[in-house]
């Protein structure tokens, strides 16, 4: 808010995005910079669709506007990072260590064993 009264023209402010920008991956050239949305009245700063598709980037700088209804309005520009929570655990192996004893005429392309692994990551929504 500025100094001005409420009640006032000068003193409603409005608030507008001026600029969205995928920040990361530095190649941001394929990225969507629609996701967010602001309230003009009340300055709060919403997601406008989902962020688990392939054009989302990982970070994104958004500059906001704020201005007073002012005949000769004023202004301030902020900028706002939003940094998106992706991929934050490394895989597990199920076992520290594997082994097996195989034989020496073993046919080719037998399998001899099998390692898993699992990615903590499976269960966070933003992920999927």
């Known amino acids: 808010?500025?100094?001005?009264?409420?009640?006032?023209?000068?003193?409603?402010?409005?608030?507008?995005?001026?600029?969205?920008?995928?920040?990361?991956?530095?190649?941001?050239?394929?990225?969507?910079?629609?996701?967010?949305?602001?309230?003009?009245?009340?300055?709060?700063?919403?997601?406008?669709?989902?962020?688990?598709?392939?054009?989302?980037?990982?970070?994104?700088?958004?500059?906001?506007?704020?201005?007073?209804?002012?005949?000769?309005?004023?202004?301030?520009i902020t900028l706002v990072r939003i940094s998106i929570q992706r991929n934050v655990y490394a895989p597990i192996m199920t076992n520290s260590s594997y082994s097996k004893t195989i034989g020496r005429r073993m046919p080719i392309g037998t399998t001899i064993l099998t390692v898993t692994a699992v990615d903590p990551d499976i269960n966070i929504t933003l992920n999927q």
Request: glycine share 6%.
């Open 1 to 76: 808010r500025d100094g001005d009264p409420v009640t006032s023209d000068s003193g409603r402010v409005t608030y507008t995005i001026v600029n969205q920008t995928a920040i990361m991956p530095v190649t941001t050239n394929n990225f969507r910079t629609d996701f967010f949305i602001i309230g003009a009245n009340n300055g709060q700063l919403y997601l406008a669709r989902p962020l688990t598709v392939n054009e989302s980037a990982d970070e994104y700088d958004i500059y906001i506007q704020a201005q007073d209804g002012a005949l000769e309005p004023k202004n301030d």
